[in-house]
């Protein structure tokens, strides 16, 4: 799958998208021992510092302005690696190039950052030009500080503390990134309520899984938190040791839930729980991972290489370059459809019969690599804790979903009587 847009004649986009883009490529100054990124460097023929040329850099402006939709606002999302490796003044080359290819239209930045090299003039260059940054902080030091740590084996988390500090006070419009791992799942009130003490109002969950080789194993109906066995086959085998366990995924996210409706509704706002609101109230989808099909969600490589999705940065998903290639051509090439449309194709049965389908929608395919009790491919490893996620919530964003559709404050259900657990 590397040849280029199969109708490279494509000229417009039929529907939304979002072009990521990957200035410093895989990059980083941290080694971060759960990162599914830091791979990507076999992609490329140096370990050097990656930076994106002027070149790619003005096609990247070029083609996601002439892709937007002319009613839409032009979106612009900067991840890595590390962003900030390249430099302010790299951000204000790309402004420059947005305000002499925007011709007045609304355009948004956002930047996803480790926090480490965000100094006072990186706060103030974030605030003035109006830039919404993600900044990962998995939570209190001694579980940030477990996996998010320099070669050396330092520890970042003073780091990102500092910074979050100056976001702050800068008033830089900002959002906290917590991955859950195999640790920190255990810790659910520890995690939230350090990320509430320190004025964090916005916050987004995201699960650790990793494969440390190739294999499948089936989920049989046995406990996927023990050491058990699947199919003769030891299911821990392939998983790297900092993975999130499926239901601790669960209790983790239905804990935080349970805290959060009882006390912080209209007040923090984890974003896990407002994508299941918006998809149950039948509002269009905000993230990829538990929308029907996917594959509207693409990543632009430092080179130019546009790849149909962050997870599947491989060089059989690579679409094209931006630099002699069409953006539109590859947005809706066959391939790409294909891609976008094998996340619903592929579900097995047991999710098509699952109560839970509308909120789940089989979760992200890069961790679909479970078999079903009756030796169907396709089955998400976190499948057992969203099922006991979304079964425990449900009745609770109902309620809300009520409120909300007579008028109501949100925020009466803090008020109300606990609803019966949901066992996981």
Known sequence: MTSLPDNPAVTQVTAGFHLMAKPSGPACNLDCSYCFYLEKEVLFNTRATRRMSPEVLEAYTRATIAATPADQPVLFAWQGGEPTLLGIPFYERALELQRLHGNGRAIENSFQTNGTLVDEDWARFLADNRFLVGLSLDGPAEVHDRYRRYRSGAPSHHLVMAALGR????????????????????RPQVVYRFLKAQGVEFIQFTPVVERLAGGEYVAAGFDLEGPGEAGGQDYQADLAPFTVRPRAWGRFLSTVFDEWRRKDVGRVFVMNFEWALAALM?????????????????????????????????PEYRLGNLVPDSLPAMIESTRQHAFGQAKHETLPGQCRACPQLDLCWGGCPKHRFLTTSDGEPGLNYLCAGYLGW????????????????????????????PLASVQM
Not at 293 to 303: D, K, P, Q, S
């Open 282 to 314: 039948g509002a269009p989808g905000v993230v990829c991972v538990h929308q029907k099909e996917c594959g509207r969600a693409l990543i632009v490589e430092h080179n130019g290489d546009v790849f149909s999705c962050d997870h599947f940065a491989y």
């Open 390 to 417: 979304f079964s425990h919530m449900r009745p609770w964003l109902e309620t809300i979903s009520g409120l909300l559709h007579t008028g109501q404050d949100p925020a009466a259900i803090m008020e109300m009587a």
């Open 167 to 186: 976001l702050q006070r800068h008033g830089v419009a900002y959002n906290v990134l917590a991955c859950v791992d195999r640790h920190s799942s255990r």
